[in-house]
């Protein structure tokens, strides 16, 4: 196992501990609480709803607005509830799903609410 800090700014190996209990990057001087970061990047896999409650793989969820779907001649009404949902962190339509009379689709999250 490797002790090496990367950098969160550049991703550079060459990592040193500075005062403070700071890290500090030797290739762009970029200097951070190594504690903070790991903290942030567990927050940052987490998607939120539209009222900030966090969703898991499973949940049930509610459309909160008529969403437009392209090629359908109807929208997804405002109160549709959506079953077992999959979250994909790395996209921007980040909930996929199966909507009755629509198939499978992908959603934002902005646009549900937890069920």
Same mark, same amino acid.
């Given at each position: 196992?490797?002790?090496?800090?990367?950098?969160?700014?550049?991703?550079?190996?060459?990592?040193?501990?500075?005062?403070?209990?700071?890290?500090?990057?030797?290739?762009?001087?970029?200097?951070?609480? =190594?504690?903070?970061?790991?903290?942030?990047?567990?927050?940052?896999?987490?998607?939120?709803?539209?009222?900030?409650?966090?969703?898991?793989?499973?949940?049930? #969820?509610?459309?909160?607005?008529?969403?437009? #779907?392209?090629?359908? =001649?109807?929208?997804?009404?405002?109160?549709?509830?959506?079953?077992?949902?999959?979250?994909? =962190?790395?996209?921007?339509?980040?909930?996929?799903?199966?909507?009755?009379?629509?198939?499978?689709?992908?959603?934002?999250?902005?646009? #549900?609410?937890?069920?």
């Amino acid at each position: 196992m490797s002790d090496t800090v990367l950098c969160p700014k550049c991703s550079s190996e060459f990592t040193y501990p500075s005062e403070n209990n700071m890290m500090t990057c030797s290739q762009c001087f970029y200097e951070w609480n =190594p504690e903070e970061t790991t903290a942030e990047s567990s927050n940052e896999k987490k998607i939120l709803d539209s009222n900030g409650n966090e969703l898991q793989d499973g949940d049930s #969820v509610v459309v909160i607005k008529d969403l437009p #779907v392209k090629g359908a =001649p109807k929208p997804v009404k405002a109160g549709t509830k959506v079953k077992n949902i999959r979250l994909r =962190p790395d996209s921007d339509h980040n909930i996929d799903c199966k909507i009755d009379g629509f198939g499978s689709m992908a959603l934002k999250s902005e646009f #549900v609410k937890k069920a």
